[in-house]
T-cell receptor, first 114, second 112 residues
Framework: KAGVTQTPRYLIKTRGQQVTLSCSPISGHRSVSWYQQTPGQGLQFLFEYFSETQRNKGNFPGRFSGRQFSNSRSEMNVSTLELGDSALYLC?????????????FGPGTRLTVT | AQSVAQPEDQVNVAEGNPLTVKCTYSVSGNPYLFWYVQYPNRGLQFLLKYITGDNLVKGSYGFEAEFNKSQTSFHLKKPSALVSDSALYFCALYYGNNRLAFGKGNQVVVIP
């Protein structure tokens, strides 16, 4: 099976712009979670989707949003980019939901905001 | 609130020596704990998890972890470290709906 794929792998944006990141989960996986990784804050949970529904959102401003499509692919969007949004954004998928199941992570999208 | 602590920033170990990466947790209720490893420019790879049962959990690549409820710890161990084990290791705590709370991570450096 192919793993979790994320596109693009690298992205450079200017402050004030918006960006959309894409995640394709492992085939058959219905849960997709997003995390932000920075040197200062470490790994922080952004949001989780299951069957096209956002079930939880982390402590991030409304500029961060996402969605999941019927094929379980997910996108996250960040509007009005700030320098502090520079980070590695990781997507993870899981076959099941509602329990402590393994999550499989993609390679991430490295976002640099200048 | 749930949290995970990894007290050391970096762990240096000679190749062939035992490797231990420390993790302590805080949670109300049953702890569900994970270890992940991250190589440069890569995502996180699952190593092992503790849900219930035997306190010694065996995982991938020869790693194991010992769950200790009284000390609220979940230390990762490997009997004989390899240079290829050099990476960033994360302890994580599950807190519902596929959410994980991660520790800050430990850089492991295995010296040839």
């Amino acid at each position: 099976k192919a793993g979790v794929t994320q596109t693009p792998r690298y992205l450079i944006k200017t402050r004030g712009q918006q960006v959309t990141l894409s995640c394709s989960p492992i085939s058959g996986h219905r849960s997709v979670s997003w995390y932000q990784q920075t040197p200062g804050q470490g790994l922080q949970f952004l949001f989780e989707y299951f069957s096209e529904t956002q079930r939880n959102k982390g402590n991030f401003p409304g500029r961060f949003s996402g969605r999941q499509f019927s094929n379980s692919r997910s996108e996250m969007n960040v509007s009005t980019l700030e320098l502090g949004d520079s980070a590695l954004y990781l997507c993870a998928s899981s076959f099941l939901a509602g329990g402590p199941y393994e999550q499989y992570f993609g390679p991430g999208t490295r976002l640099t905001v200048t | 609130a749930q949290s995970v602590a990894q007290p050391e920033d970096q762990v240096n170990v000679a190749e062939g020596n035992p490797l231990t990466v420390k993790c302590t947790y805080s949670v109300s209720g049953n702890p569900y704990l994970f270890w992940y490893v991250q190589y440069p420019n890569r995502g996180l790879q699952f190593l092992l998890k503790y849900i219930t049962g035997d306190n010694l959990v065996k995982g991938s690549y020869g790693f194991e972890a010992e769950f200790n409820k009284s000390q609220t710890s979940f230390h990762l161990k490997k009997p004989s470290a390899l240079v290829s084990d050099s990476a960033l290791y994360f302890c994580a705590l599950y807190y519902g709906n596929n959410r994980l709370a991660f520790g800050k991570g430990n850089q492991v450096v295995v010296i040839p």
